[in-house]
């Protein structure tokens, strides 16, 4: 089964700086690989998707890179704000005929004012 | 439009009473997930509906746990005879077709077991 491991420890950076996430998996390439936010108490929302075949995805203040040689995924926020603050989640795909992902253990980004 | 939502939102039970959690997908969305989510982990995959039709339980720890979407729009997970260990956020997703890749998520149902 896939493995992922995102970064377990909290990610504080300041606002403005750019935050970056990564998100590394140990087996097969997915076909595509998704980021969502979750803040506390309330469920993930998608925030960007990227396919295999495609080695940058931007959308607003977000960038998503995926190396398929590496296995990694970097999740970028530029300008960070305070705002930004959650738990940000990383999912794969998982072969099988209908969109079943498998789910990172997140990491937790505090953006300090 | 109203997104996905849940029912309870908390729920306290004692070990071994039987719970129910109930899920309005988004209308007229075909699938729907079921997730459980342990504190600091990601959500975990437990089962999958396409319209009325369960077509993955792999992910159901026991068979303690059963879920049904009778009539491909409303979903209940039910757990019996509940333990400690199935303490978590229990989430639902659903999207609009099988081969839609956005899962939208429900605010999850936190369950702890006493």
């Known amino acids: 089964s896939q493995k992922i491991e995102q970064n377990s420890e909290a990610l504080n950076i300041q606002e403005g700086k750019t935050a970056t996430l990564t998100c590394n998996y140990t087996?097969?390439?997915?076909?595509?690989l998704q980021w969502y936010r979750q803040d506390p108490g309330r469920g993930p929302v998608f925030l960007l998707l990227?396919?295999?075949?495609?080695k940058e995805k931007r959308k607003e203040r977000l960038k998503v890179t995926f190396d398929t040689t590496l296995k990694q995924s970097l999740f970028h926020i530029t300008a960070s704000q305070p705002a930004d603050s959650a738990t940000y989640l990383c999912?794969?795909?998982?072969?099988?005929?209908?969109?079943?992902?498998?789910f990172g253990t997140g990491t937790k980004l505090q953006v300090i004012p | 439009g109203a997104g996905v939502s849940q029912s309870p939102r908390y729920k306290v039970a004692k070990r071994g009473q039987d719970v129910a959690l109930r899920c309005d997908p988004i209308?007229?969305?075909?699938?729907l997930f079921w997730y459980q989510q342990a504190l600091g982990q990601g959500p975990e995959f437990l089962t999958y509906?396409?319209?009325?039709?369960?077509?993955?339980k792999s992910g159901l720890p026991s068979d303690r746990f059963f879920a049904e979407r009778p009539e491909g729009s409303v979903s209940t997970l039910k757990i019996q005879r509940t333990q400690q260990e199935d303490s978590a956020v229990y989430l639902c997703?659903?999207?609009?077709?099988?081969?839609?890749?956005?899962?939208?998520f429900g605010p999850g149902t936190r369950l702890l077991v006493l």
């Open positions: 509906f396409q319209n009325e039709a369960q077509l993955d």
């Open positions: 999912a794969l795909d998982i072969p099988g005929g209908y969109q079943k992902v498998t």
């Open positions: 087996n097969y390439s997915p076909a595509y």
């Open positions: 990227i396919r295999e075949n495609e």
């Open positions: 997703a659903s999207s609009l077709a099988e081969t839609e890749e956005t899962q939208y």
């Open positions: 209308s007229g969305h075909v699938s």
